[in-house]
């Protein structure tokens, strides 16, 4: 048995591991530069800050809705058809922006990047999951992150420094380019094969259930941190809050793997459960938030709580479904994930308005103490 568990150990970093994490930091540096650019180029075209507003939520939307016809169809279908899909559509949206001549194309561009998005991160969370070995499933699932957490840390910057100093056009084709880098390699990987006989239709993985439904209140505290922290800083006459988010994204980076080896080694619950209670902490922090020391620790603590959760959480979706299912329990996972970000980014503005940020980040303590309620109640059929 310690041979076999020894053996397991040395085959995380495999080719294809390597590989389906490169293909995520190449889409989601794509994806991150255009984060922040996008509202400016709503602007740019005539649009109002409404209408720059609409630009995330409607990617957030399609992106929605796509997540459990693609965890079914991976299922059915395959990852790799459905995962060059999803990276071709994104690709081709970002070079639509080029020629968008007004702000209702641009959102009609923008509704279909979503479902591309939606394709490609669904299907490449699930080829990850394919190629980890099960005994390191949380340790993997951490590094496999940290591309989205190295993209976030310098595409927006890259991102906002090219329409500074080129033009939108140059961010998209670079976009589309890093995307381009996604396409190749993912024509290099071994794909888990679909299963001979085809699973019923559909869309909802229940053994991934309660994870998702953790995952949603935790990414309600989320939606209200990067929807709102940088206005609750400028308020509070805090002007450099970019250091919150590099140290947030470094405490991410750390935790991320750390928290997942814990997960395999001594079970998903010790690292789960702190994990929540720190990003409860830090919404609680900002509620005295008056300087930007504050602000530096509420990154830390958020970032260590989400990196400790997040990939656990994922990891717990999975790991009790067998492979032919382990598309849709991905799907249902990110389903629960976007619609907590989407629908607290819309929550929190308007609790925002009556309340102030101050007394929001307070009260977005509760999403996170129902994350831990739920989490502690619901029913234990995987590995706690």
Known sequence: MEQKAIKQEEQLWTRDFVVITLISLFTFIG???LLPTLPVYAKHLGGSDTAAGLVVGIFT???????PFTGYFLDVYGRKGILLMGLLIFTASVLAY???????????????HGLGWGLTSTASSTVATDVIPKSRLGEGMGYYGLSGTLSMALAPALGLYIISCFNFNVLFLLSAGMLTVAIVLALTINYH?????????NLIEKAALRPTIVVFFITMTYGAVVAFIALYAAQQGIGNIGSFFTIYAL??????????????RIGFGFVIIPGIILI?????????????????????????????????LQALAV??????????????????????????????GAVAGVTGYSVMYLLATIPAIAALVSYLLLGRKAPA
């Open 31 to 33: 994806f991150q530069m």
């Open 61 to 67: 939307f399609s992106a929605v809705i796509i997540r």
């Open 98 to 112: 080029i020629w968008a001549p007004s702000l209702l194309i641009l959102l009609v561009f923008r509704f279909i």
């Open 193 to 201: 094969k679909p299963a001979t006989t085809k699973p019923g239709f």
């Open 251 to 264: 405490t991410l980076a750390l935790a991320r793997p750390i928290c997942g080896r814990l997960a395999d």
């Open 280 to 312: 409860a902490g830090a919404m609680f922090l900002l509620y005295f938030a008056g300087s930007i020391q504050w602000f530096w620790l509420v990154a830390i603590l958020y970032g260590a709580g989400f990196g400790a959760a997040q990939p656990a």
């Open 319 to 348: 790991i009790s479904v067998p492979p032919q299912r382990r598309g849709l329990a991905n799907g249902t996972f990110f389903t629960g994930f976007d619609m907590g970000i989407g629908l607290s980014s819309i929550m929190w």
